[in-house]
């Protein structure tokens, strides 16, 4: 039986699903397609990816397209499409835009590639993974936010800029929604094995939690015309490859929940074992009550997107 490599699918060809694209591909984790309606641009990007790879030594295809046939059979399908916050745009149409978007997507998706795992990236995170789960129909361990990995990962970067040491004896986690209302776990940070709460004051470890929870913000500012993409598709590739590699890697991710925390049929950001078939378990652990109140709060926060998009008739 000839090999097979993995195909991988990028909805959306700004500025994430194209680095998203490239890092997946140098990383050889299979043959890409980015899709994009607007299929000069997607072409285009691929084709420079493509070239790249004789420079990085990477193999495989990279194809750009605006044609959901050229996306049939994909193993994963990662959801980057849709509109970013802009000037003059409410919450309520930043909501409607983007629901709309993936509903759409998520129609070609489940009639293309039944049988994906599907990593949702659209804004807002929490409330387009609920909407991208209804319109799939997908059991929800093959439906999944990213947003957990990369609040970690700013977190993270944070302490080992504090510390002055490498990002790879640091562990951190960020639980609850995408967004401001997120929860840091000092309590559940190491370095090095040393827990935080030993090598910093309660002070700087405040300072830290809230400068990750303005990390995104702090970066659109800087900006001024879009928004983090570096980071988030490192965090995507992340998830991707524990899935298609079967990596068995507990990481921070948007799951449905079904009674999990307390919570039922809303995603949130808690810890999840990744491996072939996608989400494989969510991993509970024990909330003192202070992060009890402030996950709480973050579910609060989540569940009122989702009754937005009903009153919205989303």
Not at 35 to 40: I, P, Q, T
Not at 228 to 244: D, G, H, T
């Amino acid at each position: 039986m000839p090999f097979r490599r993995k195909k991988i699918s990028i909805i959306g060809a700004g500025q994430v699903g194209a680095t998203c694209a490239l890092v997946a591909a140098s990383r050889d984790l299979g043959d890409v397609v980015l899709l994009d309606r607007a299929e000069g641009m997607a072409k285009g990007k691929a084709l420079d990816i493509l070239q790249a790879g004789a420079v990085q030594l990477f193999d495989g295809t990279v194809r750009g397209t605006a044609d959901y046939a050229d996306t049939a059979g994909s193993d994963m399908v990662v959801l980057t499409a849709g509109s970013p916050r802009r000037p003059g745009l409410t919450r309520d149409d930043l909501l409607a835009i983007n629901a709309d978007v993936v509903a759409s997507c998520c129609r070609e998706i489940k009639r293309t590639s039944p049988e994906a795992v599907v990593i949702v990236v659209t804004n807002p995170l929490d409330a387009m993974a609920f909407v991208a789960k209804r319109e799939l129909g997908f059991p929800r361990e093959r439906v999944l936010g990213m947003a957990g990995v990369l609040d970690s990962a700013r977190f993270h970067s944070f302490v080992a800029e504090e510390l002055s040491v490498s990002v790879r004896d640091v562990q951190a986690l960020v639980l609850g929604g995408h967004g401001d209302s997120m929860v840091p776990m000092p309590r559940h940070c190491f370095v090095g094995g040393v827990p935080l709460t030993q090598l910093l004051s309660l002070e700087r470890i405040t300072a830290l939690v809230e400068h990750a929870r303005r990390g995104g913000d702090e970066i659109v500012g800087l900006l001024e015309t879009g928004s983090a993409f570096y980071a988030p598709a490192a965090s995507i590739v992340q998830m991707v490859e524990a899935v298609l590699k079967n990596q068995r890697r507990i990481l921070p991710c948007a799951a449905y929940l079904e009674g999990e925390y307390g919570v039922s049929g809303l995603f949130v950001g808690v810890p999840c074992l990744l491996g072939g078939g996608g989400l494989e378990k969510v991993c509970e652990m024990e909330l003192d009550e202070t992060e009890r109140a402030a996950f709480e709060h973050s579910v609060g926060r989540v569940r009122a997107l989702v009754d937005d998009l009903a009153r919205l008739g989303l």
